[in-house]
């Protein structure tokens, strides 16, 4: 099992890294799960993300405290509406998918908006 926890935590480093370059695709919840796989296979790696300049803070405050930042609340609650404006300008959809999608959104950004802040 180890070599599956280390392949899944490289390849959630991956998916975090390209979503520190695509607005549509977050990064900390990648290096999040990334973490947890590395605690499980390689103690160094852990340390390594845990320690990096960058990530290592939002990972250390989520493990420690269960807390986002206010600008990463705000920036993520932000995209997730600019992204549901974009899928209605786009897509033009009925009511019933507009609103299960919606909801869909919704319960992230709630669930961000509802942890404690660092």
Avoid: D
């Avoid at 405290?65 to 997730?80: D, E, F, H």
């Avoid at 992204?83 to 786009?90: A, E, V």
Wanted: proline share 8%.
């Amino acid at each position: 099992m180890r070599f599956v926890y280390l392949g899944l935590g490289w390849f959630f480093v991956a998916l975090g890294i390209i979503g520190a370059f695509l607005p549509v695709m977050p990064t900390t919840i990648f290096l999040i799960l990334a973490a947890w796989c590395f605690a499980r296979s390689s103690p160094e790696l852990e340390a390594w993300l845990l320690a990096h300049p960058l990530f290592g803070e939002p990972l250390r405050n989520w493990r420690e405290r269960g807390s986002i930042s206010r600008r990463a609340k705000i920036l993520a609650c932000s995209m997730i509406a600019v992204s549901y404006g974009i899928f209605l300008h786009f897509s033009q959809p009925g009511p019933r998918l507009a609103i299960l999608v919606f909801a869909l959104m919704a319960a992230p950004a709630l669930y961000v908006a509802t942890r404690p802040h660092s």
